[in-house]
């Protein structure tokens, strides 16, 4: 068994074919553990140079993940120390989500009935969010894509 | 942090009547993790050679960590280079190797190198022609990163090793970078692992840079628009366009757009992973995304 030493109580891993960028991967790993209570307020998140040096990826990906995460109000950086839990997710969150899964599953029922299949369904709902994102809904994200360089020395435990 | 790791200006290199390189300029800035690609024969080992004073050039000049000429003893201090066939003398042993390379340098680092190692779990009492290619490859490294150096820079250092090795040499390079934060410029056949690992990106064919830039822009600044074939031409027509496939009903078009890129009514777009944008590049050798506006093939 591999036990992992380092501070946080979790570890990462990456999926390389499922087109989600790394950055992203990393972002939506934390947000599953904080769902999971896998992580709490408190707790520290994985070292830079150890994510780094197991997953053999660029720090700036790492450093840009965390920095999305701080962004979104749930981890903060202690200078010199690592990166810390500040905010579990709110469990109002996950009832909004049942919620949305409910009519999700009443939509693609319909869509059933209209004679969508799943692959069908997937194509409809990604053109529908590129369309979103067209609008103008998307900018968030385009911002965040961007002018995060050259700050690596930043942040490093 | 925000220099320049390397700056060619005219750089050429002539072999006999054959042009290895020519006229090479490009700026590199530091604190990156450049991937250097290319076909064989592209220039790449040549470009490199130049930029660590191994190779005097033929034309022009180059440049390294701002000011330093390539070769100049200064350059030589704070530059480090690891070689395709990871120069080492197989008869000597790990602790006789780094005693070489303490002597041969003005800067050296004996803990780190030595605390690296033992992290590795090489043993500093086995014989270098004993070593996997795996450790080999980490000793070469270890001696490189002694020398505490600014810039680092790696020919073809993943060619030799085995998936296992290479996970484990690139997760090596990658805690040196966020420990030390040293640039480091490598050339690598294996596009599909640069996305992982590269920040920027240069892409040299025929002896020449055709593609050059940060990862993040080149591949924000790229991606596929798909929709029907009867509206490509004026699609096209909209932005350059690096890559253009049409069947009778449906066009993909791989297009270069900076700033708001609204997508044409009817149209999808697609984002591209680098490994698709470098080898659309390869195959397309008229095509160019240089920074600043240039000439797009179709």
């Known amino acids: 068994m591999d036990i992992d030493k380092g501070p946080s109580p979790i570890v990462f891993r990456l999926d390389p074919g499922s087109g989600v960028p790394t950055y992203l991967q990393l972002v939506q790993q934390v947000e599953q553990a904080l769902r999971l209570g896998h992580l709490q307020v408190g707790d520290q998140l994985p070292r830079v140079r150890d994510v780094v040096g197991g997953l053999a990826i660029n720090p700036n990906t790492v450093l840009k993940a965390y920095r999305e995460l701080e962004h979104r109000g749930l981890v903060a950086g202690r200078r010199g120390q690592g990166t810390f839990v500040e905010r579990a997710l709110d469990r109002a969150g996950l009832r909004e989500q049942a919620g949305l899964r409910r009519s999700l599953l009443e939509w693609m029922a319909a869509a059933d009935a209209a004679g969508l299949d799943d692959a069908g369904m997937s194509a409809l709902f990604t053109a529908a969010l590129q369309d979103r994102h067209t609008a103008g809904h998307g900018e968030r994200d385009d911002r965040n894509e961007r002018g995060e360089r050259n700050e690596r020395t930043e942040g490093i435990a | ?298």
């Open chain 2, 1 to 298: 942090m925000n220099g320049v790791a390397i700056e060619a200006t005219d750089l050429g290199k002539r072999y006999g009547r054959t042009w290895a390189l020519r006229d090479c300029s490009l700026t590199i800035p530091s604190g990156h993790v450049v991937g250097l690609v290319g076909p064989n024969g592209a220039g790449k080992t040549t470009f490199l050679s130049m930029a660590v004073g191994l190779t005097p050039p033929t034309t022009g000049e180059v440049r390294v960590l701002g000011r330093h000429a390539a070769g100049s003893p200064d350059a030589l201090d704070m530059v480090a280079f690891v070689a395709q066939d990871a120069a080492l003398y197989r008869n000597l042993s790990v602790a006789e190797m780094l005693r070489v390379g303490r002597s041969l340098n003005r800067r050296w680092d004996e803990a780190s190198a030595r605390a690296r190692l033992a992290e590795t779990g090489i043993p500093l009492d086995r014989r270098i022609g004993a070593l996997s290619g795996g450790q080999r490859a980490q000793v070469a490294l270890t001696l490189a990163l002694a020398k505490r150096p600014g810039l680092l820079v790696l020919d073809e250092p993943l060619a030799a090793l085995d998936p296992l090795a290479r996970h484990e040499f690139m997760a090596s390079l990658m805690a040196a970078v966020a420990d030390d934060g040293v640039s480091v410029v490598f050339s690598s056949h294996v596009v599909a692992e640069l996305e992982r690992v590269c920040d920027y990106l240069v892409v040299v064919q025929d002896g020449q840079v055709q593609v050059s830039g940060s990862v993040e822009e080149l591949t924000y600044e790229h991606h596929v628009l798909v929709g029907p074939a009867d509206q490509a031409d004026e699609v096209a027509s909209l932005f350059p366009v690096v890559r253009d496939r049409r069947a009778f009903a449906q066009a993909h078009l791989l297009v270069r757009a900076t700033g708001a890129h609204n997508v044409p009514p009817g149209w999808q777009r697609h984002p591209v992973t680098l490994e698709e944008l470098v080898l659309t590049y390869m195959r397309e050798p008229a095509a160019a995304a240089l920074p600043g506006p240039k000439a797009v093939a179709r």
